[in-house]
């Protein structure tokens, strides 16, 4: 039980104390913050250092069983006129492959990274809405078993990531395949949305006194630009998904001709949701970069606010580009020349973002560990990626191009070059403070070369496919048509770059058990994270810290007369799980907030949440209804007032 | 409390509020992201009214244009209702525990003659979801908006039930501050409704 006052305050002079992570006071903090025990404290935690690492896991599970369909694609396709796998096999396997990628991994493995960074990096001691946070993480595992269910129900999703009707209309896909899919993708959009408004109240709130908004880690930037746009673009995805399962299964015409409805509604609701996301999967990576790439560079990342203004450039833009996934639909020449300028300027910002990064290469004394080969093969990835997106963003080349591999060539240059070489170099750089122990080096280098090699192989070789007019999502081709030397090569490079994948977790599993013991700040970083031991303690910091600049572990480098940090001297708070509130801008502390404690509620409400899908798709109304009266059962015991948090008179 | 020898007491700053105490907590700011992504979810619902309004061949709206006089004043009722909720979060800041128990269930009476209207305004429609996409794109609207009074309704009684046992008062009324600000945004995301559903057709004739 956590000890709780037995009078409440309405305030309070908080203590201000000098002390150490094995001071009693930290003792007493452990006894107050940490996880209750056995089954119950695992199911009912709110730690968000474990939930970050659930998050990482089960989005690192989801890229393994993505990758794998992809590794069954490509044995298909290594050959013309192939019979591995049937067309429905193929449209099944090319659909789940985009959907486990796209919305399984890519933005949760960065909620993983930002979920266990964030109150680390703030000199904070846990999110705004602990309880929100376990809940996010419940939504996304069931939302994703969910959507995987279809293949236990004999028929998965077929008509590709981005669903178009009217393959998906009930006419043409009457299957339960895309019910579950459709309703799923509400589902996953709860866990989002939730997630994001975490993040953004979060970074608002709860910042360490003086670590005013100019002072965050750009990996802030990226993930509060990517939370924001979240938060307006989900809905767009939510609400047609919504509209395409009325369609389907209550008789209502959104996207039917016949009936006045119109089918481009459905690409237009996606994509001003698909190219936001586009950027909320690859921005907080990018933050991931700045951040981290500086360390092994052993200086400050040049240009940290152009960097700063750029991601947020980036996402503003991002709402103005959605139309050049729909240069081929037949809209008039007005709306293609805007939505093209839009997408060329665009490049403007990444280009600042890039040029910072070089220059922080160039100018610094690079250490050259497995992290930052990854973080500077992302730079290059990010270049080939970026200038194959600036030449589609062009509507005549884009005519030709649409619809073939160039673009598939495009996408994995920027999904895997932006996305998944931050998160592997990230996971090298973090690796210390999740678990205490450091990876291997050697394997490192084995992993990063081979992935590196592998991912070139496997993907450059698209672009020439396209170029030579192969068009996407086929499930094989005849012979003599000139695409034999290049799908072989394709699939010979992406087995490579599976192997390079297997030995990084190979290194994973042998570094957990193995690896040298970190210490509190291995690679000599700047960031607060790096104050506390590895792994951390479930308060995080002992006392709140006082910041005065954006590197208050890099001070001794600074300038004599520059103002210093102080660490180990701050607030106590100790009267139960306490932390610090704080102004939105200059971090001016003005509340001592107060935390809830652990609670079954999320994973209750996730399990109300994810029968009420099931009784959506299932068109069971008696679930449907019994599990939106316990929803709403657990949503108000869960917010009803509570004494400790003052919310109530005793 | 432990007597803690180790830490050093250095020095002791303001005070400060705990919780939330004395001020709308993270929970309004919690609120406020609720908010902003339910009014983009409403941006995307309208958006698509008008994208099928510009691009359909049907005659529109169908069934005629919409009557004005019972949506009206159902439109006033709701606002009402909303000033019944400002009060009663005006009489909780101020410690009058009479003011906040009234309003809400002034809020609560109107909000809920609101939906018993919009009913009857369902019922009265000559078409219905799946007749026509104009149909659909009505009932699908008007339904998410009566989503979400059913939501604040069942809030409001919350609050309510809180109030009538004395749990808030001028330090501590987070909990209402933070309820009350989503039932304004049900009674103002109306107007966009009401606006484009009904206001829209006598103007895009």
């Known amino acids: 039980m956590i000890p709780r006052p037995a009078s409440v305050e309405l305030e309070r002079r908080p203590r201000v104390a000098q002390a150490s ?153 009457p299957g339960v395949n895309i019910d579950v899919y459709a309703i799923g993708m509400v589902f996953l959009g709860i866990s989002t949305t939730v997630g994001a408004i975490n993040f953004i109240v979060t970074l608002f709130r709860m910042r360490a006194p003086g670590m005013s908004i100019d002072r965050i880690p750009i990996m802030m930037w990226g993930t509060l630009t990517s939370s ?22 209550h008789g209502t015409h959104f996207f039917e001709v016949a009936n006045g409805g119109r089918p481009l509604l459905w690409q237009h609701l996606f994509w001003m949701f698909g190219h936001p996301w586009v950027y909320a999967i690859v921005l907080p990576a990018m933050g991931i970069v700045s951040d ?21 450039a980036t996402m503003i833009i991002g709402f103005g580009v959605w139309v050049h996934h729909m240069f081929s639909t037949g809209l008039p020449g007005l709306s293609l020349s805007f939505f093209s300028a839009a997408s060329m300027v665009i490049v403007i910002p990444s280009a600042v973002s890039v040029f910072a990064w070089i220059a922080t290469i160039y100018t610094g004394r690079p250490v050259f560990k497995t992290a930052f080969l990854y973080f500077a093969a992302f730079v290059f990835l990010f270049v080939v990626g970026g200038v194959s997106g600036f030449m589609t963003a062009a509507v005549p080349l884009d005519w030709q191009l649409t619809d073939t591999y160039f673009v598939v060539g495009h996408l994995h240059y920027v999904l ?51 170029l030579l007019g192969m068009p996407r999502r086929i499930y094989t081709y005849p012979a003599g048509l000139g695409w034999e030397t290049v799908n072989l090569v394709t699939s010979i490079g992406s087995f490579v770059f599976a192997i390079g994948v297997l030995i990084f977790i190979i290194n994973v599993v042998v570094s957990l058990r193995h690896g040298t013991q970190a210490g509190n700040n291995p690679w000599g970083a700047s960031s607060l994270e790096w104050l506390t031991p590895s792994p951390p303690p479930s308060f995080n910091f002992v006392v709140i810290p006082h910041i005065k600049s954006r590197y208050p572990l890099w001070e001794d480098a600074a300038p004599e007369k520059s103002e210093r940090s102080v660490l180990d001297q701050g607030f106590v708070l100790d009267h139960g799980r306490e932390t610090l509130g704080s102004s939105a801008l200059d971090a001016h502390p003005d509340t001592i907030l107060r935390m809830p404690g652990d609670s079954l509620g999320p994973l209750l409400l996730a399990i109300a949440i994810t029968a009420l899908c099931a009784g959506l798709v299932l068109n069971l109304a008696w679930l449907s209804i019994t599990a939106c009266v316990a929803a709403a059962v657990t949503i108000i015991e869960w917010l009803w007032p509570e004494r400790f948090l003052a919310q109530r008179r005793d | 409390m432990a007597t803690l020898a180790n830490p050093i007491i250095v020095n002791e700053t303001a005070p400060l509020p705990v919780a939330a105490a004395r001020r709308v907590a993270v929970g309004w700011w919690g609120m406020w992201g609720c908010i902003v992504s339910e009014a983009a979810l409403f941006a995307y619902l309208l958006f698509s009214y008008f994208y099928i309004a510009s691009q359909t061949t049907n005659p529109w709206p169908e069934g005629g244009l919409p009557k004005l006089t019972l949506p009206t004043v159902n439109t006033v009722i709701l606002l ?5 909720a400002w009060w009663a979060e005006r009489g909780v800041r101020a410690g009058r525990q009479r003011d906040l128990q009234w309003g809400l269930a002034g809020a609560l009476v109107l909000g809920s003659a609101f939906a018993g209207i919009q009913l009857l ?7 219905s979801h799946s007749s026509d996409v104009y149909g659909s794109l009505y009932f699908t609207i008007t339904g998410f908006h009566m989503a979400h009074v059913a939501v604040g309704l069942v809030g409001l009684v919350m609050l309510l039930a809180g109030a009538l046992r004395g749990y808030f008062d001028r330090e501590r009324h987070s909990v209402i501050s933070i309820g009350i600000l989503y039932w304004h945004f049900v009674d103002a995301v109306w107007i966009a409704v009401y606006a484009s559903l009904y206001l829209s057709a006598y103007l895009l004739l």
């Not at chain 1, 393994?64 to 796998?85: H, K, S, T, W």
């Not at chain 1, 049937?86 to 399984?104: A, D, R, S």
């Open chain 2, 80 to 84: 009402t209702s909303s000033v019944a």
């Open chain 1, 21 to 173: 992570f094995d001071s009693p006071l930290a003792e007493r903090l452990e006894a107050i913050w940490k996880t209750g025990p056995g089954l119950h404290g695992q199911l009912a935690t709110v730690d968000h250092k474990t939930i970050g690492k659930r998050y990482l896991v089960t989005a690192f599970l989801f890229l393994v069983v993505g990758g794998i369909e992809a590794l069954i694609m490509r044995i298909q396709l290594a050959g013309p006129d192939a019979n591995f796998l049937t067309p429905q096999q193929y449209n099944e396997l090319f659909t789940m492959h985009g959907v486990t990628m796209i919305f399984l991994y890519a933005l949760p493995v960065l909620s993983g990274f930002s979920n266990f960074l964030w109150p680390l990096l703030l000199g904070a001691r846990d999110m705004a809405f602990p309880r929100l946070n376990a809940l996010s993480y419940w939504i996304f595992l069931f939302s994703g078993l969910f959507i995987y269910s279809s293949f236990v129900l004999g028929h998965a999703p077929d008509a590709g990531w981005f669903n178009y009707v009217p393959y998906t209309g009930r006419e043409f896909n």
């Open chain 1, 416 to 466: 895997l070059g932006i996305n998944v070489f931050p998160v592997v170099g990230g996971i090298y750089f973090w690796f210390p403070k999740f678990t205490g122990r450091l990876l291997d080096e050697r394997l490192g280098k084995w992993s990063f070369w081979t992935m590196f090699v592998g991912f070139n192989a496997g993907f450059f070789p698209m672009h020439i496919a396209g």
């Open chain 1, 292 to 312: 981290a790439l500086p360390v092994f560079c052993r200086r400050p990342l040049v240009g940290y606010t152009p960097v700063a203004l750029a991601t947020v």
């Open chain 2, 121 to 127: 305004e369902w019922h009265n429609k000559p078409f």
């Open chain 1, 228 to 249: 924001a746009g979240n938060i307006l673009a989900v809905p767009a995805v939510s609400l047609a998904f919504f509209m395409l399962w009325l369609d389907r299964r």
